[in-house]
């Protein structure tokens, strides 16, 4: 007992040392692994509030350009509403109206990018809406110009966002009015480029073509724009396409996001689930 | 005693919010950043408790990991420079270091140049193999723990020059 006592004593630097390289050499494998939540992220009071204070001074700087984007967006808005053809769409109430144009009902709420990083394989956002706002994981994250990424984590008043740039980030997309889809992914080199990959050989791929958010996810809703083709690949090995998408969205510049909450995703879920089960 | 914890403490806090608040945020060439932060490590006084030292870099890289969503990887890069400090002090200064005289935070000669880029070059080389994780970025690796080290370095003297703290 006294041998071990002294021996703990002798070493204990070197102890301390291996036992707090463990602690977080688990932590940086486990963040690794995909889709694994995480302990330590910036959604949480101290990193969350931090943020918030450089994201107030630094919005300013931004203000002429958000507004620009928002009215863009407005002009857009007015337009298919005034050149909607069925008038009598215009005296439905709005919840049914949310009805009649798709069958799924998504609920959108606002939040504001605190944080944004760009310069890094695995990227994240921070916004400053979190599970009291009834913001959950896996919910969908879109700005006026495009998809921004998902919602990984989220502290009482914060979220954080797994951005399309980042490495592990796995979405849905298809060229616009057609139904070859592939996966969205990126290969970290360029912050202004995104890679479809798995787009099989019968599609007709035209340069600058547009490409937007599959249906076949509970995430996002269909037809949201992501990008236009700019090159087309053929990949030796799995004899598809790989097609390079410019991005609609500026990633390095982003300030007011929308929420996409899927209603219907827990019963999709559910549905699948028990289908798996029954094989 | 007391003067030196809470000149250490003072240090702690004000270099995580330089880093968070301005150098995380300049992106340097689209994405090389500096990391200053270090300078807590490389300028804690040699003759103090290590094991307080090993826990306090710990807690350093915990906090910058839980402001830049890396999980794990600042605090790992943080731990092993403090732990293997007294080697790269014990080689770049030789006999002085066995007799307890090095002082680093004064003007930068050779030695002191020595001692800033080993430890600078060793904790980048480990924070973005960590962070990547990946052979097929292996050149990405190699340009940012390059483009990193020359940049962190060139700060750390900035700053060393700027405050001269302990005097």
């Keep these: 007992m006294q041998q071990i006592l002294n021996f703990i004593l002798k070493n204990s630097n070197k102890l301390l040392f291996l036992l707090l390289l463990c602690i977080s050499l688990i932590l940086t494998i486990q963040s690794h692994s995909y889709h694994r939540s995480k302990v330590v992220n910036s959604a949480n009071f101290m990193t969350g509030g931090a943020y918030q ?11 002429k350009n958000q507004n620009e984007q928002l009215i863009l967006e407005n002009t857009y808005l007015k337009n298919s509403l005034y050149n909607t053809t069925n008038l009598s769409l215009k005296n439905i109430e709005f919840e049914q109206l949310k009805i009649t144009y798709t069958d799924t009902l998504f609920n959108v709420t606002k939040a504001n990018v605190i944080n944004n990083s760009y310069n890094k394989p695995n990227n994240y956002l921070t916004i400053n809406k979190g599970s009291k706002q009834k913001i959950e994981p896996d919910m969908g994250v879109v700005n006026s110009l495009g998809i921004v990424g998902i919602v990984e984590k989220t502290s009482n008043n914060y979220a954080t966002v797994q951005s399309i740039l980042n490495v592990k980030s796995e979405i849905n997309a298809k060229i616009k009015n057609s139904n070859h889809f592939g996966s969205l992914t990126w290969n970290a080199k360029n912050v202004g480029y995104v890679q479809l990959i798995d787009v099989p050989r019968l599609a007709q791929i035209t340069k600058g073509d547009t490409i937007v958010t599959g249906g076949r996810s509970t995430i996002f809703p269909e037809n949201i724009p992501i990008g236009r083709i700019e090159k087309v690949y053929l990949d030796t090995d799995t004899n598809n396409f790989t097609i390079s998408v410019r991005l609609f969205n500026d990633m390095t510049n982003l300030g007011n996001v929308y929420v996409i909450d899927n209603l219907n995703k827990a019963e999709i879920k559910a549905l699948e689930k028990e289908t798996y089960k029954d094989e | 005693m007391n003067n030196v914890f809470i000149l250490n403490l003072f240090r702690f806090i004000f270099l995580i919010i330089l ?15 500096p990391y200053p932060y270090i300078l807590f490590i490389l300028l804690y006084p040699i003759d103090a408790n290590k ?22 990887v600042h605090a790992t890069a943080c731990l092993v420079l403090a732990y293997f400090r007294p080697t790269i002090l014990k080689y770049t200064f030789g006999l002085s270091y066995e007799y307890q005289t090095v002082k680093i935070a004064e003007k930068i000669n050779t ?24 052979f097929t970025f292996i050149l990405t690796i190699l340009a940012r723990i390059i483009s990193s080290t020359i940049l962190t370095l060139i700060i750390c003297i900035i700053i060393i020059y700027l405050i001269k703290p302990n005097k």
């Design chain 2, 19 to 33: 880093q968070v608040f301005i150098f995380n945020n300049i992106n340097f060439g689209g994405y090389i950043n």
């Design chain 2, 111 to 134: 030695e002191r140049f020595m001692y800033l880029l080993v430890s600078i070059f060793l904790f980048s080389t480990i924070l973005f193999s960590l962070e990547i994780f990946s």
């Design chain 1, 53 to 63: 204070q450089i994201s107030n001074i630094r919005d300013y700087f931004n203000l």
């Design chain 2, 51 to 72: 094991n307080l030292f090993l826990l306090a870099s710990f807690l350093l890289g915990i906090t910058m990991d839980m402001f830049m969503n890396t999980a794990g």
